[in-house]
T-cell receptor, first 113, second 114 residues
Framework: DSGVTQTPKHLITATGQRVTLRCSPR?????VYWYQQSLDQGLQFLIQ???????AKGNILERFSAQQFPDLHSELNLSSLELGDSALYFC????????????FGPGTRLLVL | GENVEQHPSTLSVQEGDSAVIKCTYSDSASNYFPWYKQELGKRPQLIIDIRSNVGEKKDQRIAVTLNKTAKHFSLHITETQPEDSAVYFCAAPGTGAGSYQLTFGKGTKLSVIP
């Protein structure tokens, strides 16, 4: 157990819908990262938050947004969902920055029908 | 930004043999290189990392080597066991504005045949 929690574990929804994925980082970690992993694909970095502020953006679609709250938990919002958004979404956390061990959560498996 | 290439994409070895996975990176100022292991259906987990001030680091059957001049680093697994079967990812951070994120390689699926 990495100490990073994600909810829900599984999510099935329809095209055009909006969903929210939630992540709680390890105690003491200030940075939260979101990744997308499609079938047989690597880990695509989406976005990073540090202590409540956006720090880095990867290949995140405009339909996706995220935020980190004062208690440091983070939410990833996916809207106008398309079939291609079906993937495993991981959250990871680290104490501060990318040059440290990132601890991954168990992931949320999203299926868009 | 950083570009990380990883080879091979799949690797099959007999139990007890060694496995080597190689990665190259583009940003010569990168100075932190982790390796993650992802078992089927599970989360990625850090197995070893190396910083640019050393050329090699070992942890039991796992070692990582770094060649900063050539901008490549490699994962070496000796005396492979069936439980080593997994997907392995290398990664590197960028520098400047890109230093806040890790860029991952596309992964190597290692199969250890008993």
């Amino acid at each position: 157990d990495s100490g990073v929690t994600q909810t829900p574990k599984h999510l099935i929804t329809a095209t055009g819908q909006r969903v929210t994925l939630r992540c709680s980082p390890r105690s003491g970690d200030l940075s939260v990262y979101w990744y997308q992993q499609s079938l047989d694909q690597g880990l695509q970095f989406l976005i990073q938050y540090y202590n409540g502020e956006e720090r880095a953006k990867g290949n995140i679609l405009e339909r996706f947004s995220a935020q980190q709250f004062p208690d440091l938990h983070s939410e990833l919002n996916l809207s106008s969902l398309e079939l291609g958004d079906s993937a495993l979404y991981f959250c990871a956390s680290s104490v501060q920055g990318a040059e440290e061990t990132q601890y991954f959560g168990p992931g949320t498996r999203l299926l868009v029908l | 930004g950083e570009n990380v290439e990883q080879h091979p994409s799949t690797l099959s070895v007999q139990e007890g043999d060694s496995a080597v996975i190689k990665c190259t990176y583009s940003d010569s100022a990168s100075n932190y290189f982790p390796w993650y292991k992802q078992e089927l259906g599970k989360r990625p987990q850090l197995i070893i990392d190396i910083r640019s001030n050393v050329g090699e680091k070992k942890d039991q059957r796992i070692a990582v080597t770094l060649n900063k001049t050539a901008k490549h680093f490699s994962l070496h697994i000796t005396e492979t066991q069936p439980e080593d079967s997994a997907v392995y990812f290398c990664a590197a951070p960028g520098t400047g504005a890109g230093s806040y994120q890790l860029t991952f390689g596309k992964g190597t699926k290692l199969s250890v045949i008993p």
